[in-house]
């Protein structure tokens, strides 16, 4: 085996392999990083200046390796770099089963089992093979069955090294992450992978383990800051009526250093395209091992969420009851600073409003419209907006669903709404004081109205 890896390739040009490569490249300009993806206008898209992910720093850190040690490539054109690698990263897209064994919660693995037939056929000689995306736990089990059927006399290790980038914050999660896992079973791949990080993450931040455990770490990191988010929200319906506010809750609540401050911020609901995705597979996983009791346990950190997002979304539509109206949804993606909607609370609550006959009007920064109208389902009855103000005019009530900066400094006053409309801040950002001045009413999540 070579002792470090010179050639890496990564299949799976997504939200995580874009990104996640372009670092490994930036930070090691002696290794050479491929990002194969079977769609080709992604990767067009990656070789532009209209990169295909919006990520704060990306395009910074793509303009610096790209063309010199990281490149961008059709799948079928990456064959012959397969045969050269490595390392090889699969960090393609894991999404929940549609039909058969396990529909509706066991991850879809087949996007996986491709890749490692296509890593199988290809490979030369000594081969790591890294599971990037997040997986089951035992699939590792599956990858192995496969690499096994290569035929060119070649050799494999399989490693899992789930990623914890958060979107929107990937580059600075990638430059300076908590941790980087490393599962693996033998200690001469993990030194291999974890040479490639000592060269910018401190070594005391690169955890190793077992490979099973490190495919269940991810599931479970996951599980529990989703988990968070749902007892939080939880308790933000029980604040809405005993005149408690849930941001005062949660200061007092996250101040214990135990329980520490993140991730107990109030919401219309989690989204994005892992949380719900990996404790379904999590549900799942328990389910078919036989502990039932804790597939339950998981299953309602879910259910909690899609029940806050049908009752900020019935909220609404009681106010506007028979009058109908108007309705301006500030925000489409899951969270600021992308342009990812996946799982965002906007699809469902958008769903709502229009089933119940409302009028929806969206502004979004950098959510693709007709692309969340086609995710949605909607094909009638949303209409975009370009501006804050264009979207406010003529409101009778206002859906917060992204916390979007610009959304905080609105000059409420200014804009045309109708009189007495009442701002739903699903995000708890804005200042109660400026929409009071403006004559409006204020509905937060976990707060009391208008204060
Ligand atoms: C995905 C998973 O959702 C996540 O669980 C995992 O941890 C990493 O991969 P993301 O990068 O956000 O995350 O997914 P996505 O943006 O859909 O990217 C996956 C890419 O893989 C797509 O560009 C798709 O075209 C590509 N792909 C998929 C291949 O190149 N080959 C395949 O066989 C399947
Ligand atoms: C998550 C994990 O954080 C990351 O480690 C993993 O690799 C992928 O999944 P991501 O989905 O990109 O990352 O975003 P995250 O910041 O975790 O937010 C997920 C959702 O929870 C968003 O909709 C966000 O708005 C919501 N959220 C988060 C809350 O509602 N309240 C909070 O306090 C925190």
Redesign the pocket.
């Known amino acids: 085996m070579k002792p470090f890896p010179k050639k890496i390739i990564c299949i799976g040009a997504g939200?995580?392999g874009g990104p996640t490569m372009a670092v490994i490249a930036d930070r090691c300009p002696e290794i050479e990083v491929t990002v194969v993806d079977l769609n080709a206008d992604r990767i067009a898209a990656w070789n532009s200046a209209q990169l295909p992910v919006y990520e704060p720093g990306l395009a910074a850190v793509v303009g610096r390796a790209r063309g010199r040690n990281l490149f961008f490539i059709g799948q079928g054109d990456g064959a012959k770099k397969m045969a050269e690698a490595d390392l090889v990263f699969i960090s393609v897209n894991t999404p929940t089963k549609t039909e058969g064994e396990g529909a509706g919660k066991a991850s879809d693995l087949r996007y996986v089992e491709s890749c490692a037939q296509f890593i199988s056929e290809h490979a030369r000689g000594h081969t790591i093979v890294v599971e990037k995306s997040?997986m089951p736990v035992r699939a590792a089990d599956t990858i192995k069955r496969i690499l096994a059927q290569n035929s060119h006399g070649g050799s494999f290790e399989v490693l899992s090294n789930?990623?914890?980038?958060?979107?929107?914050?990937?580059i600075r999660?990638l430059e300076a992450p908590d941790r980087v896992l490393i599962g693996g079973e033998r200690p001469e791949p993990i030194e291999a992978l974890a040479s490639v990080y000592r060269r910018w993450v401190p070594a005391e931040r690169i955890i190793t383990t077992g490979l099973w455990s490190a495919e269940l770490a991810?599931l479970a990191?996951?599980a529990f800051?989703?988990q968070?988010?749902s007892s939080?929200?939880a308790l933000s319906a029980l604040c809405e009526v005993t005149g408690a506010h849930v941001d005062e809750v949660a200061r007092v609540v996250g101040s214990d250093s135990r329980i520490g401050p993140?991730?107990?911020?109030?919401?219309?609901?989690?989204?994005?395209?892992?949380?719900k995705k990996?404790i379904l597979s999590l549900v799942y996983l328990c389910e078919f091992h036989g502990v039932p009791e804790a597939a339950a346990y998981w299953q309602q950190v879910i259910e909690l969420n899609e029940w806050q997002k049908r009752r900020f979304a019935d909220q609404i539509i009681r106010q506007l009851g028979a009058a109908k109206g108007k309705v301006a949804v500030l925000g489409l993606a899951?969270?600021?600073d992308?342009n990812?909607f996946r799982?965002?609370?906007a699809l469902d609550i958008c769903r709502q409003l229009l089933a119940a006959g409302l009028e929806v009007v969206s502004y979004d920064p950098r959510v693709d419209f007709a692309a969340f109208c086609q995710s949605a389902g909607i094909a009638r009855g949303m209409q975009p907006a370009h501006t804050v103000r264009e979207a406010l005019s003529g409101a009778s009530a206002v859906a917060v669903l992204?916390?979007w900066e610009e959304f905080r400094s609105i000059d409420w006053a200014s804009m045309s709404l109708v009189p007495n409309a009442v701002i739903y801040d699903g995000?708890n950002i804005l200042d109660p004081e400026m929409i009071r001045r403006a004559n409006l009413l204020l509905h937060s999540i976990g707060g009391r109205d208008s204060d």
């Open positions: 939200y995580v997040t789930p990623e914890f980038l958060a979107e929107g914050t990937a999660d991810k990191a996951n800051l989703a968070r988010v939080i929200n993140k991730f107990l911020k109030a919401s219309v609901g989690f989204g994005g395209s892992c949380f990996d899951f969270k600021k992308t990812d799982e965002s609370a992204t916390e995000r």
